[in-house]
Structure formats: structure tokens, C-alpha cells
Nanobody
Framework: QVQLVESGGGLVQAGGSLRLSCAASGRTFTMYRMGWFRRPPGKGREFVASITWSGGNTDYAHSVKGRFTISRDNAKNTVYLLLNILKPEDTAVYYC??????????WGQGTQVTVSS
């Protein structure tokens, strides 16, 4: 079990930026990857970005590629998501996740990101 604590959400104007943080604790040695998902209002959860813990290999959803950047600080067991050129459609609850190579087993509580037009 990995515990995840998120921070950094808030209200921002379209075109602005925000950085989300997620600190992991517990059985962090089991983590193969960490990632971010989001749930827009009235919609289901969708994948945003992920990064492997050791190699730093990244994946992005098409909708955010080129605007968002995921990174990690292994020494701090922390993953970040930099959200640039924000759009109103980016408004969602953003969730941090951690998992093995084939499953996402741990989730954060979520942090609200609201982008105004």
C-alpha cells in the first residue's frame, strides 16, 4: 500500500499555469510508475500522464501533450504535474496514482483545478 497526498490545485484563468504535487509514502519501494488522472464535472475518470519511477519514461494523453509536463523527484518520493496553457476543459478533479507495471493500486484524494474563461 502506498499513501498519496496531493496539493497545488486552485482557480486559474485560461492560459495560465499551475503545478500539482503528489507525495508518496508507505510501500514506495513497490512503485513502478506514478501518474495523474482527472475527472471533469459530470464525466468519468480519464488518464492524463504517467512516469516510470526508475527510468523516467513518460506518457501523456493527447489532449494535454505539449501543455502538461510530468516529472518526479525520487529522493522526495514526489511526482509533479505542470499544467501550462490551461483551458476551461482542463477543469477537473485531478488524482495522483501509483502502481506496479500492470495495475494502478494507490490513489490520492484528489485536488480541484478550475480554469475560468
Amino acid at each position: 500500500q502506498v499513501q498519496l497526498v496531493e496539493s497545488g490545485g486552485g482557480l486559474v484563468q485560461a492560459g495560465g499555469s499551475l503545478r500539482l504535487s503528489c507525495a508518496a509514502s508507505g510501500r514506495t519501494f513497490t512503485m513502478y510508475r506514478m501518474g495523474w488522472f482527472r475527472r471533469p464535472p459530470g464525466k468519468g475518470r480519464e488518464f492524463v500522464a504517467s512516469i516510470t519511477w526508475s527510468g523516467g519514461n513518460t506518457d501523456y494523453a493527447h489532449s494535454v501533450k505539449g501543455r502538461f509536463t510530468i516529472s518526479r523527484d525520487n529522493a522526495k518520493n514526489t511526482v509533479y504535474l505542470l499544467l501550462n496553457i490551461l483551458k476551461p476543459e482542463d477543469t477537473a478533479v485531478y488524482y495522483c496514482a501509483a502502481g506496479t507495471n500492470d495495475s494502478w493500486g494507490s490513489w490520492g484524494q484528489g485536488t480541484q483545478v478550475t480554469v475560468s474563461s
